[in-house]
C-alpha cells in the first residue's frame, strides 16, 4: 500500500517539492556554467534532444551542451567515450562532475522526468517505441530520471538487454527506500563514472534481437 501510493503520488510530490528548491538555489550556477561554455566553444549553451517519458511521450531534454556542435553527426554519432574528441574542454568537467545533466531540474519540475528511474530513451535508438516488446514497455510505466537503478550498476558499460532488465526490475521493486538508496550510490559514484564505446556495439546486438522477434 505504502509503496502504490509512493509510486502514485509521493514520488511526483517529491519532485515538484526537491526541484523547485534546487532551482531556486542553483540558478547563478546555470547562468555560470551557460557562460563558461559559450566561452569555450561557439554555440547554444544548451543541448536540446527529444527523448521518451511516461507512456512513450515524446520530450525536449535540456542539457548544458558538452560537445561541439552537430556531435551526432560527427565520429561515432550518438556514442560517446571517454577521451572523445568532440567533447569540449568545459564538457569534460561538466561530464566529469555530472554538472552538465542539471538543465533536466527543469524537466523534473515540468512532469517530463524523476529524479530517478531509467535513463530517458531516444526516440530511435535503440528503436522506436512502438518496436518495444510490452515487457520492455514496462520502463514507460514510470518517468525516467537523471540517475537509476541501471545507472548504478553500471551505466554504458551494460549492454542494452541488461540495462532494460535492470530497469524494469526497478519499475517492478520501485519504492521510496530504493530511491534513496540509487541516489546515495550515485554520489559516491559521480567522480569515478568513465563513459566507453562499447554502447555501440551492444546497441547493435539490441537491434539483432529486436529484427529474430519479428
Known amino acids: 500500500?505504502?509503496?502504490?501510493?509512493?509510486?502514485?503520488?509521493?514520488?511526483?510530490?517529491?519532485?515538484?517539492?526537491?526541484?523547485?528548491?534546487?532551482?531556486?538555489?542553483?540558478?547563478?550556477?546555470?547562468?555560470?556554467?551557460?557562460?563558461?561554455v559559450k566561452l569555450d566553444d561557439q554555440g547554444p549553451a544548451i543541448f536540446v534532444q527529444e527523448r521518451l517519458t511516461l507512456n512513450g511521450r515524446v520530450f525536449k531534454m535540456?542539457?548544458?551542451?558538452?560537445?561541439?556542435?552537430?556531435?551526432?553527426?560527427?565520429?561515432?554519432?550518438?556514442?560517446?567515450?571517454?577521451?572523445?574528441?568532440?567533447?569540449?574542454?568545459?564538457?569534460?568537467?561538466?561530464r566529469k562532475l555530472s554538472l552538465d545533466e542539471l538543465l533536466q531540474l527543469v524537466n523534473i519540475f515540468k512532469g517530463d522526468m524523476s529524479f530517478v528511474g531509467p535513463r530517458p530513451i531516444l526516440?530511435?535508438?535503440?528503436?522506436?517505441?512502438?518496436?518495444y516488446t510490452e515487457k520492455e514497455k514496462e520502463i514507460f510505466t514510470i518517468r525516467p530520471g537523471i540517475t537509476g537503478w541501471a545507472q548504478i550498476n553500471g551505466r554504458n558499460t551494460v549492454?542494452?538487454?541488461?540495462?532494460?532488465?535492470?530497469?524494469?526490475?526497478?519499475?517492478?521493486n520501485l519504492s521510496l527506500k530504493l530511491d534513496i538508496k540509487i541516489v546515495l550510490?550515485?554520489?559516491?559514484?559521480v567522480f569515478s563514472t568513465k563513459e566507453t564505446i562499447i554502447e555501440r556495439e551492444t546497441a547493435k546486438s539490441f537491434e539483432d534481437r529486436k529484427k529474430n522477434e519479428k
Not at 7 to 31: A, E
Not at 123 to 131: F, G, I, R, V
Not at 159 to 172: A, I, S
Request: glycine share 4%; aromatic share 18%; hydrophobic share 40%.
Open 159 to 172: 549492454d542494452w538487454v541488461q540495462r532494460f532488465e535492470l530497469n524494469e526490475w526497478y519499475v517492478k
Open 185 to 189: 550510490k550515485t554520489f559516491l559514484q
Open 123 to 131: 526516440t530511435y535508438h535503440p528503436c522506436k517505441y512502438e518496436d
Open 62 to 94: 535540456y542539457k548544458f551542451r558538452t560537445m561541439c556542435v552537430n556531435a551526432e553527426k560527427k565520429g561515432t554519432g550518438v556514442y560517446s567515450f571517454e577521451n572523445d574528441p568532440r567533447i569540449t574542454r568545459v564538457g569534460k568537467i561538466l
Open 1 to 36: 500500500m505504502q509503496h502504490k501510493f509512493y509510486r502514485n503520488y509521493g514520488k511526483r510530490i517529491i519532485d515538484i517539492f526537491f526541484s523547485c528548491i534546487m532551482l531556486l538555489i542553483l540558478w547563478p550556477v546555470f547562468l555560470i556554467i551557460a557562460i563558461l
